[in-house]
């Protein structure tokens, strides 16, 4: 059975902190592995990762593959109150399907 | 430009009846996929459009779930005879196939008493 497993499912932090987002995934025909930010409804989109090794970079915001050890990790620097939401990862096959980690719960304390 | 969108968005509907929703993709998308997300879980693929292609239906839980598309844009997500346990959230999403950076609509949430 195919699965994404993301860790922790809740995390509370304040202001300034850095925090480190894991999530580790067992699945077939892998293609591409992507992190969404969810605020309220409907995710967004933040990194699509391909390769093993090269760090994906946004502002605060940075992740990286390990294909051999089937994991990935997200990294927020200096976090703000803003950044609060649940950070969703998804493992897309080939035939464009996506299996969704049940997310983790940020919240940023000011 | 516009994103994707979807209607209506919030449903309450009671046990037994027919419900409707709709999604407009982003003009130009040719995949479109439809998910549901239950309260404290990840999300749930349901459909994927591609095209002119089959659509990908293995997501769909149940045959009283039904998803139709218009060419390369509107698309209807059909749920016949609602039971308490279809009360969620569905979103639909649009990406240029093949890069698959989806772009996801605001979703509906579905209330099933």
């Known amino acids: 059975e195919d699965k994404v497993v993301q860790s922790p499912l809740s995390l509370v932090v304040h202001e300034g902190d850095t925090v480190t987002l894991n999530c580790s995934y067992e699945?077939?025909?892998?293609?591409?592995l992507l992190w969404y930010k969810q605020e309220k409804k409907a995710p967004t989109f933040l990194f699509m990762l391909?390769?093993?090794?090269i760090e994906k970079k946004s502002g605060r915001l940075s992740s990286i593959l390990d294909k051999k050890e089937l994991f990935s990790i997200l990294n927020i620097t200096a976090t703000q109150t803003g950044d609060s939401a649940i950070y969703l990862c998804a493992v897309e096959q080939y035939g464009n399907k996506l299996v969704f980690g049940a997310g983790t719960i940020l919240r940023v304390k000011s | 430009g516009a994103g994707v969108s979807q209607s209506p968005s919030n449903k309450v509907t009671e046990k037994g009846k027919d419900v409707e929703l709709r999604c407009d993709p982003i003009s130009g998308h040719t995949a479109l996929y439809w998910y549901r997300q239950r309260l404290g879980q990840g999300l749930e693929f349901l459909i994927y459009f591609q095209g002119n292609s089959a659509p990908d239906k293995s997501g769909l839980p149940s045959d009283r779930f039904s998803a139709e598309r218009t060419g390369e844009s509107v698309s209807t997500l059909t749920i016949q005879r609602t039971q308490q346990e279809d009360s969620a959230v569905y979103l639909c999403a649009s990406s240029l196939a093949p890069v698959n950076e989806q772009y996801f609509g605001p979703g509906t949430r579905l209330t099933v008493t």
């Open positions: 391909t390769s093993s090794g």
């Open positions: 699945v077939t025909n892998f293609r591409s």
